[in-house]
Each structure stands twice: as structure tokens, then as C-alpha cells.
């Protein structure tokens, strides 16, 4: 063995690392400058040895697993029979372990109907998932697929784990996007119906409560949204008349 690195000689290193992982960064960074899913799982399929397959899984509390970002149809095949069956390492390793990796699946006993099913649908033998850290309750995995048995050894394990941090961003970057939206419709949505409801007590002189249920009312008999009645009611100045009668 060769002297041990000295402080010096690491900290000389940080640099290197730090601007590697900058430029990394930039690959992946999207149009907001958010690292990119689809771009995150294409480099990553380049750069691990082993493999031009790789998908990433999120489960969300009170949702079903899915694959937000994929290379091909491959990943989306082998994860929807995953999820399907509630069974598999994405779900292993999104859901408790840090590192599940399957040689062969044909001899896998793991996932008894999973794994067969696998071979056997999507010619798929070996797998190597990572788990993601994302915040909350949230839960996430990185994963590579290969065509033959034991296609994944260390060095794909030690470059899928870097990757996964950037992967882990990009689950972190698209969640926000998407809980903002979410927040930011929530809050239209009932300031829209707030008015409606204003509306309807001033046109029909009934009290909040009355003026609310008039709303409710017209989305059950129209069979409509009750934000679209509100909307309507926004625009027209008054409820929206029933359908004829034939």
C-alpha cells in the first residue's frame, strides 16, 4: 500500500469533485434550472457500465407506485408488472432497503411471481435498484435493468449511487413543482367558488350556507364539477338551467 493521502491532498481533491459535480448539474438542469428526471435517467444509463436501461419509481402516501421518468419502454414494462403485483426490487428498494440487486431472476426466490413473470414478459434477468432520499413521506427508487444474468457489479453500484443523488433532486425538484400547482389550484378553486357563493347571496337573498348549497345542488343534478358551476356562476351572474326535458 502507498503513504496514506494527507489533509492536503484531499482537500486538493475537492475541487475536482465539486466541479464534477457541478458540471453534472448542468447537464441535468431543465429550463428552471431544476435537475431534469428524463434527462437524469438517460445519463444515467450511459454512464453505468452495465446496462442502457434505467427508470425511477415514486410512491406516494395513499397513491399507487409509478415511473416518472423512463429511457424506454423497457423500465415502464418491467415496473408496471411491479406494481401490478406488488412485488419486485423497485418497490424493495424504494420502500425499505438502501440497495437491492437481483443477478438473475430466473433463479431470484425473492419475488416468487414477479421474477418469472419478468423473464419471461421482458426478457429482463438482472436488476440493480437504488433507493432515493427524498424527503417526507415520500419514497423513491433508482433503477437499472439488463437482459442478461448478472450484468451488475460493483462499479455499477458505485456509479448509480452518485447518481442517485442527482436523481434524488430531480424527484425533490418535480414534487414541489407539482405540490405548488396543486396548492396554487386548490386556492383558485375556492376562491372562485367563495365568489360564486357571494354572488348567489346577493342575486337570490339567501344566506351563505343556502347559497353554498344551491351550488351543491346544481353540480349533483347537472352531474358537472362543482367548480364549473361556480365558474359559471362567476361569469353569467346566476346558476346554470337544467337540461329540457324530452
Known amino acids: 500500500m502507498g503513504p ?16 464534477l459535480f457541478r458540471d453534472i448539474s448542468t447537464v441535468l438542469a431543465n429550463h ?9 435517467v438517460q445519463l444515467a444509463a450511459e454512464l453505468l457500465p452495465h446496462t442502457d436501461h434505467c427508470g425511477i419509481t415514486l410512491i406516494r402516501p395513499n397513491a399507487r407506485p409509478r415511473t416518472i421518468a423512463a429511457t424506454d419502454e423497457l423500465p415502464q414494462a418491467v415496473d408496471a408488472l411491479q406494481y401490478r403485483l406488488q412485488q419486485g426490487p423497485c418497490l424493495d428498494a424504494a420502500d425499505s432497503a438502501a440497495v437491492v440487486r437481483a443477478d438473475d431472476l430466473a433463479e431470484d426466490r425473492r419475488w416468487p411471481e414477479f421474477s418469472q413473470r419478468c423473464v419471461q414478459e421482458t426478457g429482463v434477468h438482472s436488476m440493480l435498484s437504488l433507493r432515493l432520499p427524498v424527503r417526507g413521506t415520500d419514497r423513491a427508487g433508482m433503477n437499472f435493468y439488463a437482459t442478461r444474468p448478472r450484468s451488475f457489479d460493483e462499479l455499477d453500484l458505485t456509479v448509480g449511487t452518485v447518481l442517485a443523488t442527482f436523481a434524488a433532486l430531480a424527484v425533490e425538484g418535480e414534487l414541489h413543482e407539482r405540490d405548488t400547482a396543486n396548492l396554487e389550484a386548490a386556492l383558485r378553486t375556492n376562491r372562485l367558488i367563495g365568489t360564486a357563493v357571494g354572488i348567489l347571496m346577493a ?5 351563505e350556507d343556502a347559497a353554498f348549497q344551491l351550488l351543491r345542488h346544481a353540480s349533483n343534478h347537472l352531474n358537472r364539477k362543482l367548480v364549473d358551476i361556480a365558474e359559471q356562476v362567476h361569469l353569467t351572474g346566476r346558476l346554470p338551467s337544467p337540461p329540457p326535458r324530452r
Open 4 to 19: 496514506p493521502m494527507s489533509e492536503g491532498s484531499r482537500q486538493g481533491d475537492l475541487p475536482g469533485v465539486e466541479a
Open 32 to 40: 428552471a434550472g431544476l435537475i431534469d428526471s428524463p434527462k437524469a
Open 203 to 207: 342575486t337570490e337573498k339567501v344566506t
